[in-house]
């Protein structure tokens, strides 16, 4: 990862985009699974709410290379403290399992995508312990407003190297016009996602998390270096699924992605790795 100041993860450049795995697994052994499956060919995985609801922040030290096991994420580290013993108790086959998978499951570079959405101080603190699992990416939503992603930048800059990146999500890629105005936040989708990409750039933010609508608008305008991410992205001929405002890989990366991400295309085809490599190749072109 690039450490410098402001700078995007290397590898990063626009030139080649890269494709994020979204690991939406609802558990640790399926995402192993998955990630087995992918033939150590998925550089990035995206581990979002589902499998850190199931799995606790140890799931994100266990897939990130060069996070590796930390103090206390191990059944042996669980028996010396007493707080760590009392969660062994609960969960004593995921913490034995823990010890002996690591090498299957094979690692990879981190997208954590909480979305985070908080006030400042909770999300400036929540950011600090991500830090620490080897997350190189992290979301927090835009809608959180500008102080919150003041206090989200300030508190990655001020973590140790190598620290992550913030990405604001600047509005799921799920939601429509019709949407927007049930919550009380009238727009089109594509001004409101580039309002708060801006919001994002001056709050110090590293990039976003953009539909790939928007991705050409938020380009044209950011700073170097501003990373882009979209998700909603379909090779032809798959499924929208609920996503609204979809892209293929190709059109993703024309308008000036950095990377894709993609979930079920990949997690649910018949042959993941297949259907990787077939996605790689798009962006290759
Ligand atoms: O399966 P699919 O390719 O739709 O997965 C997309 C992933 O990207 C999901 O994990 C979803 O939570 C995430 N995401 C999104 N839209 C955003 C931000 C994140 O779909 N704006």
């Known amino acids: 990862m690039n450490d410098g100041e402001g700078g995007p993860p290397a590898g990063a450049a626009r030139a080649k985009t890269g494709v994020i795995v979204a690991l939406d697994a609802p558990n640790a052994d399926e995402a192993e699974e998955l990630v087995f499956k992918l033939g150590g060919e998925a550089e990035w995985v ?48 995921r913490a034995g399992t823990a010890r002996v998978m690591p090498e299957r499951a094979g690692t990879a570079r981190v997208m954590l995508d909480l979305k985070l959405h908080d006030i400042p101080n909770t999300v400036a603190r929540a950011i600090q312990r991500a830090s620490h699992l080897g997350a190189e990416l ?103 699924q609920d996503q609204r405002r979809v892209s293929t890989p190709r059109g993703a990366k024309d308008a000036g992605a950095d990377f894709i991400v993609v979930g079920r295309p990949i997690t649910r085809a018949e042959d993941p790795r297949a259907a990787l490599r077939a996605i790689a190749a798009e962006l290759e072109d």
């Open 138 to 240: 992290v979301t927090v939503h835009a809608a959180g407003g500008k102080a919150m992603l003041e206090a989200a930048a300030e508190a990655a800059k001020a973590c140790p190297p190598p620290r992550p990146r913030v990405l604001a999500v600047t509005l799921l890629t799920s939601m429509t016009e019709d949407d927007l105005s049930d919550i009380g936040c009238p727009g089109r989708p594509a001004e409101v996602a580039l309002q708060r990409a801006r919001l994002a750039e001056a709050a110090g933010c590293d990039g976003v998390v953009t539909s790939p609508h928007e991705a050409s608008a938020i380009r044209e305008q950011a700073r170097e270096g501003f990373i882009i991410v979209t998700p909603g992205v379909r090779p032809a001929g798959t499924a929208a």
């Open 46 to 93: 995206k581990i979002g709410l589902e499998l850190f609801c199931a799995e606790g922040p140890q799931v994100v030290r266990r897939f990130a290379a060069g996070g590796g096991p930390q103090p206390g994420a191990t059944a042996d580290a669980a028996r010396v403290t007493p707080e760590r013993a009392g969660t062994a108790r609960v969960m004593p086959e």
